[in-house]
Every structure is written in structure tokens, then in C-alpha cells.
């Protein structure tokens, strides 16, 4: 193994930052107790809640009342999903093909309840036509899901537009809820569900250097959700079980963090992914971007995920490759990689089978520098070249 | 309830003049293996069996033992005092306890026989008073009972030896074969798919210590690919002490074979060359054979033509225990072993980069022997021989 380790699967997770750990750390050691008890360990522990929840709360420029913690991203998601529907009359969904699978499985569990999934394709960027959303609109239509920034090619889903389309809907008293799985945005972009009309945002704060395990869902007051779990009733009734206090106390410092520095870095990261692509795009001929243009004024575009076809080379023989340069990269999503199929994002934006089998993802973070990325241009270079004379 | 379970090993009592060294290993896997309960236990041997005693949850000993090679039945028994009493007792505890396990027609009577033996010519009642003596009690103490010694359901048996009596009714069969190790050494070229684990087994069975060669191509399979065979031998464990496992870096041979010589033959000159690293580290660890979990016909290179040129290049014995197996019925043995689930994850063992679409299904010798003229194969096999890992996976210990 080379001493250099360039780690460029920041979508699938992050490294923590120090102060994340050492926020763990010094909860677990000292701040042991229930917020739920009366006495003094537990209001310490409640206060550490307390001040998580705000550095949330502030990262997403929503009060704390409309915060809950949950057990990542994907719970965030299901509570949305599946918490939205008893409260309401209409029994249809509008998401999109390239969704999160924790969108799509939960949506197929509200199949077997009687919902009816309407599942809207993409364009070859991975972008979804707000006009296609505008005409799949019922009236018993009780929630749109659409994600922010998409996982693998790093779509950014024209959220403005489909706000608009949905105030339009909602004109004359038509109800229903709008859900944006923020995980891959929330600290690259500027999230702000309240500017959007958005009722439910799901974020994760391993996404942004912080814990795993431990996620949030904005709720917009006064929203009916059913909670997953039967309990002690915390987090407002919404989220029962022992709040994960050491997990959402680094929450809460990689949430500061995100509040102070995201629009910032998104910046630097969009240029260290652009010399990237451009960098392995020049060296390789024949390689491809998957998703949408790589330029700065692509409002499609996210800062930080690259993904780029290598047409007949296998994805995974890529990335092994690469590991032994030490460079970490993925095959589509981590979670997609594990099964063995190609990606169905890349299937739902027209990606032809070839091109499927050598799609490699690389993502960014504020941890990148210009130094890795120009390690990782050569490299990939020199590697793809050797795999290319063998076959 | 049970202290005590004897064990039966038919297969080592034809041995002869070996059978003390057998039972003596049979006794050590024994011991071996028990000690994963983290309690302690004892192993005697007795006039032709292996006692166990264990204070340890008896469905755990028991599935301990269902996997030890060369027991070919074990039966959980109480240990008692000399004493009527106490082996009356024992003898209902013990009915109770197998008559639960028994379905009957309602109303239908409990068919048993009580068969005593006395080999402890002290004890004061003969083998037959003993059989009317516990009979009798039992039909005294436990409602629907009926004798008939020549079609029972349940046969108590009753065992008066020279310290103390023992009471046990099952009998539940064990794994057979002959314990491991009695047989010597053998290296098993161990992928990560369903047959080479089969094989495994099958030679440990016939009392074969195994070593494992697993050969690796990073980065065109990954550490993941790698983590499976660690785990399929931890599942072997389950059988055998420990596995070692030889790590071959293989890639380079692999580059070169790709590189360098005819499509079609890839398949066979990469066995080849496998086959050549093997029967070198079977000759260093002191193995005297290879174990494969090939299979005539399954697949291009498993043909006899195909086996017979990969199979040149190698003087030691090569051990194909799954060749009289079809693939369901390897299948299902890995399903009982329990390395299947294992075996089917997605990683690829044998990068797919690497096969031709047409591999040779005949070989000819000439044919591989030209193709392998442009390869420095001395120095190929050094290399990877360098590149060798060798880890140990053991059963951890709780």
C-alpha cells in the first residue's frame, strides 16, 4: 500500500471531522445521561440535545420545533414517506426514477397499502421537466418526493421550478406535501426548506463529516406525521427511543460547520471536481461524463460528484485499481454496488449497458485538495491505459 | 438435564492396530472442539466409546459434536450413583424427556423397553432384574406407558459400570468419517465459490487436515473478494481446529498469461500455473496432496482433455472429491455445511476480465506447452510465491 490515501467517496460517506469526534467523545464520557431524566444528568444531556438541535435548526435556517433527530438519512426518509400517510385522503405519490432506493423501497411498501406510485423519468442529465410534474398532478395526490442533489451523477433537480409548480397546485386550497431528500445537498448547497415551501427535508450527518447513525427530518409545523415507532414519545411525539445523544452532539458540530462554511467551499470543491473531469476526460479518450455538464453555470450541475464512464473496462476492477494507488473512488452508490446491477440511475437517464459496466463515481469534499485531485487526474490516466492494454 | 454424552465411531473400530492413535485424535478434536463452550469438559474413554462430560447447555455440546468427523453417534445420558434409586429416577427423568419428543395418536399407548447392562459384575442385580426393576417403576410413575421389547418407540438403556451408572434413551447420529488429521495433510485450492468449500469438507472428512490456497488478483478482485474466503474457511473451522489460508498474489502471472499467450488457452495455462504454486506450497507446508472442487463437465475447463493437461504439470495426487457430485447435489451438502449463503455473495472470485469468450474446452498438451514457451515461469512462480500471505483463521475461543 503507498503511503497516499486519497479518499474520493465522499458520497457514500465522510471522514469525521476531528471536532465531530471529539464532541462524541466528550458526550459519551461525560454527558451519559437521559434528557428525559429529572435530575442533573439528564438536563445536561437535554442541554446537549438543546444545542445540537439549534446548529441544525440554523444550518437549515428553520427553527428548532421543526427539527427531528432521527437514525440517518434513510429513517428521515421512511418517516416522511410512510409517517405522511395516514394523516391524509389522497392515496398517490409523484417521485422520481432516480431517487434514493430508501425513496423507491419505501415507496413500494406504500404500494401494498393501496397508494399508487407515480415514478417520473428523467432527462439524459438526470434532471426531472417540472412541466412533467406539473401534468402527473391529481387531486389525491397527498406528496411529491424529489431529491435535491442526486447520489450518483450529481444531478441538482430544479427544486425553484417544482416550488413553483406545487404553490401553483396548492392555489385553491389542494393539499399535499412536498418531501426533498436533501442528504447529498445539505452542506454543499444552500438548503433552506422554508424559501422553497418545502414540508419535510431529510438531511444525514455523515454526509457532512459528522457521526453515522444519526440523522434529521425537517417537519413544517403543524404537519400530522405517524410515527415509525411506538415509544416514549420524543422528539415531539415524532421519533420515539433514547435520544442517540453522542451521535447528534457531533451532529450538531458538523451542522456549525455546515452553517458557516457551506456556500463557501462549494466554490473550491466545483473546481477541484471541474479539473478533475477535465483533467480524466483529456487523458482518456473515450471516457465520458454521466450527468450534467461539468460547468459552473449549469444550475444542474453539484459541486462535488463526478460520475465517468470508462467504456470497457468493468467499474470495479477501476476501482480496485485506483485502491491500490490508494485513491477510494465507487461503482454508482455504495449501496447499488453491493448488488451487482447496474446503477438505475444511470439506466434512467439513457446510459447504454457498456457504458454502465465502467461508470465510476468520485466525490468531493472540503477535505480535497488541489494536490489529490491532480494525484487522482495521473493516476487514473496511467492506470485506465494499463487495463486498456490488456484487454 | 444431561452430564454426560457417549460417543459412538464405528468406522474406527475396523482400524486394528491404528485404533488407538484414532481414538486418541478422535479424542483431541473432541476436546478441541469443546472448548468453545468456555466451560470446562472432560473426555474419557471407556470400554469402546468417548465419554464427555459437560455442564454446558446440552443443545450446544450437542451441535459441537454433530460436527466433529468421526463420531458416528452421540447420546446424551445422565451420570449417576450406583444406587437403585437414583438410576430409577434417572431412568423416568430421561423417559420424560424423550417421550416429549415422540408423537403419538391420541389415546395411543407409549411403546418402551428398558435394556440394562451390567458390566460391573459388583452391582448386586443382574441385567434382567434390572430391566423388571426399572420397567416396572416406570410404568408405575408415568401414565400410558406399555411394554414391548421387540417394537418400541423409546428403549431406555441403562448402563452399570464400574464407578457409576448411566441412563440415556437418544440416540442422535453424527457426522461419520474419520477424524481429521489421522489422514495427513492435504492443500485445498479454495476459491470463493460453491464447490472448492464442498471438497474441503469432503477430504476432511476422510481425516484430512486441510490447508487453503486461495489465489488473488488484486485489484481486478477486491479485498471484499477476499474477506469471503476468510469467511468460508471460518466457516470450516467449524469442523477442524483451525484453517491456514495461503494468500498467492496472482495478478502478475495473470497480466502476463493475458498479455502474452492465445486467448482460448487463458483458462487452461492460468489452472496450469495455479496448479504449479499449489503442489510448491503443498511441498513446503508437507501436504501430500491437492483437494479441488472441480467437477467433470461443469464448466470449459473442467473437462477430462482439460484436467488432464492442467493436471501434467503437477506429480502429487490431486483430489477432486465433488467429481461424483452433480450441482444440485453439491448445492445442497454446502447448504448443510453452511457455506453456501458464503459462497453465493456477488464478489467475483476469478476476475471476469481475464476469460475468454470462447475458452478451449479440449486442450491439447502441445497446444499449452507452445503457449507457455513466451513465459518465464520459474520466475513467474517465484514472484508470486514472495507475494504469499499466510494468515490462520481460527474458531474464536468465547
Redesign the interface.
Known sequence: MPGRQVYLDNSATTRPYPEVTRAVLEAMEEYYGNPSSLHKKGVEASRVLGHAREAVAASLGVGTGEIVFTGGGTEAINLALKGALPGRRGRHVITTAVEHPAVLNACEQLKAQGVEVTVLPVDGQGVLEPRQLQETLREDTYLVSVMYVNNEVGAVQPLEKIAAVLADFRQGGRKLLWHVDAVQAYGKLSVRPRELGVDLLSVSAHKVHGPKGVGALYVVPHTKLQPLLAGGGQEHGRRSGTENVSAIAGFGVAAEVVAREAQGEAGKIFSLKKKLVDGVLAAVPGAILNGPVCRQDNPCCAPQIANISFPGL?G??L??????RGIYVSTGSACAS???QGSHVLKAMGVTEELLEGAVRFSLSPMTTVEEIDYTVEQTAAVVQE?Y??? | MYNTYMIRYGEIGLKGKNRPAFERRLMDNVYRALKKLGSPSRVLRVYGRILVESEAEPSRVLDILSKVFGIVGVSPALRLPLEEEAICEGALATMKDAAARVLLPAGAALIFKVEARRSNKQFPRTSPELNGLIGGYLLEHFPGLQVDVHTPKIKVRVEIREKNAFVYADDIPGVGGLPVGVSGKALLLLSGGIDSPVAGWMAMKRGIEIEAVHFYSFPFTGEKSLEKVRDLCRILTNYTARVRIHIVHFTDIQKEIQKNCPEELRVTLMRRMMFRLAARIADEQGALALVTGESVGQVASQTLESMRVINQVVDIPVLRPVVGMDKLEIVSRAQTIGTYETSILPYEDCCTLFLPKHPATRPRLEQALEAEQVLDIESLLAGALERTLVEEVQQPLP
Open positions: 468493468r470495479e476492477i476501482l480496485h485499481s485506483l485502491e491500490e453491493r448488488k451487482n487495463l492494454a490488456l484487454i
